[in-house]
């Protein structure tokens, strides 16, 4: 009988592949536990950040040149006009861009303007004190996000021009889509903002659901692309809950923040500086638990598969796969419970914002 192999496994193959990759590419054939370590540490620190350049793994050939498999990205500075450049000219962070006469550093992630030898000063706390342009380069990130706007946008058109075609019965994606759009609908908007307003808020309520669900779903596979574990993302998100919120919050809303009814005067005053902070703590909340959830599960997983490399034995190395394995079938889950409680806290805030009350 052949077995059958899923998707999942092949991910977890392409992980311990790129363990090995970036180990050789970093340290060698390192033998001490210390060093495997090391390796370890440095290779979930690698995964978790964004980049210049699209690099899927990298590999040392045999005449000691490193190789690297990807494609670099547009780098965008302004600094004292607009700078566009490729970020192969940073070669991996290991070169200094000259663009201009003006010289760039990519140093941990970030590009510092620097001079012809690529000189990093620092403070007493060792930080770095030299000149950062803006950044609106299109880093890794990025360049999800614009994937998954037009991964949206095709499904959602479709799924439209299905059911002007069929006469409201969709066809081919739209079947796939229909019964998340309805759940969307009938089990997060109605109950929680109402038959009267609901409608207002499902445009966006579906765009942050499928946008959540799909990027932590690329968050799984062994790219490299995490977004929602950067917490810019997150914030952005949030921000903009809060926004919708505050805007669409009506005379009871706030009446209910700064003078509650039926509260005597004086416990009015002390309440009313906790309920106002209250508004910031909650999309607070959405940012840190959307941010927190995903980049532990990723950490977690990739510590796991670290593992494999520090047992060096059958019966370690083969637990710690299996673990893995497990733990990333349930990440499955937790990318879509994650987009999930996103939409229905934010439809909850929405409801509370618009709620009516019949005071006597």
Same mark, same amino acid.
């Given at each position: ?65 490193? $190789? ?12 004292? =006009? ?6 192969s000219k940073f070669h991996h962070g290991e070169t200094v861009a000259e663009v201009d006469g003006n010289y760039y550093k990519n140093y941990h992630g970030k590009i510092y303007k620097t001079d012809a030898e690529g000189t990093i000063t620092y403070d007493n706390e060792h930080h770095a004190t030299n000149e950062k342009p803006l950044d609106f380069s299109i880093t890794k990130n990025v360049l999800l996000i614009m994937m998954v706007f037009a991964i ?8 439209? $021009?299905?059911? $002007? $075609? ?111 902070? =209250? ?82």
């Amino acid at each position: 009988m052949r077995r059958k192999i899923t998707v999942k496994t092949i991910t977890l193959l392409l992980l311990l592949v790129s363990f090995v990759t970036y180990g050789q590419e970093e340290h060698g054939h390192a033998d001490s536990g210390s060093d495997r370590a090391s390796e370890v540490k440095a290779y979930i620190q690698h995964h978790l950040k964004d980049s210049y350049d699209f690099n899927l793994f990298s590999w040392t050939a045999d005449s000691g040149e490193e $190789k690297h498999f990807g494609f670099p990205l547009p780098v965008i500075l302004w600094d004292g =006009g607009l700078k566009v450049f490729s970020s192969s000219k940073f070669h991996h962070g290991e070169t200094v861009a000259e663009v201009d006469g003006n010289y760039y550093k990519n140093y941990h992630g970030k590009i510092y303007k620097t001079d012809a030898e690529g000189t990093i000063t620092y403070d007493n706390e060792h930080h770095a004190t030299n000149e950062k342009p803006l950044d609106f380069s299109i880093t890794k990130n990025v360049l999800l996000i614009m994937m998954v706007f037009a991964i949206m946008f095709f499904m959602f058109s479709r799924m439209a $021009k299905s059911y $002007k $075609k069929n006469g409201g019965m969709p066809k081919g994606m739209g079947r796939f889509l229909e019964p998340i759009v309805l759940y969307v609908r009938d089990e997060i908007a109605r109950p929680n903002i109402g038959e009267k307003h609901y409608k207002r808020y499902m445009s966006y309520l579906l765009t942050v659901f499928f946008f959540v669900w799909i990027v932590n779903l690329f968050g799984l596979t062994p790219i490299g692309m995490n977004v929602t574990n950067n917490i810019a993302v997150t914030l952005c998100l949030a921000l903009i809950t809060y926004i919708i919120t505050t805007v669409s919050g009506n005379k009871n809303y706030w009446k209910h923040i700064f003078w509650m009814p039926g509260v005597p005067v004086p416990m009015k005053i002390i309440l009313a500086p906790i309920e106002l902070l =209250g508004t910031f703590i909650k999309p607070f909340a959405l940012m840190i638990r959307l941010y927190a959830n995903i980049t532990a599960g990723h950490v977690v997983i990739m510590s796991i598969i670290g593992m494999i490399f520090l047992f060096q034995n059958w019966l370690g190395s083969g637990l710690s796969f299996l673990l893995a394995f497990v733990l990333a079938i349930l990440e499955l889950l937790v990318a879509a419970l994650q987009a999930y409680i996103f939409t229905v806290l934010s439809a909850l805030y929405f409801g509370m914002a618009v709620e009516e009350h019949d005071h006597h």
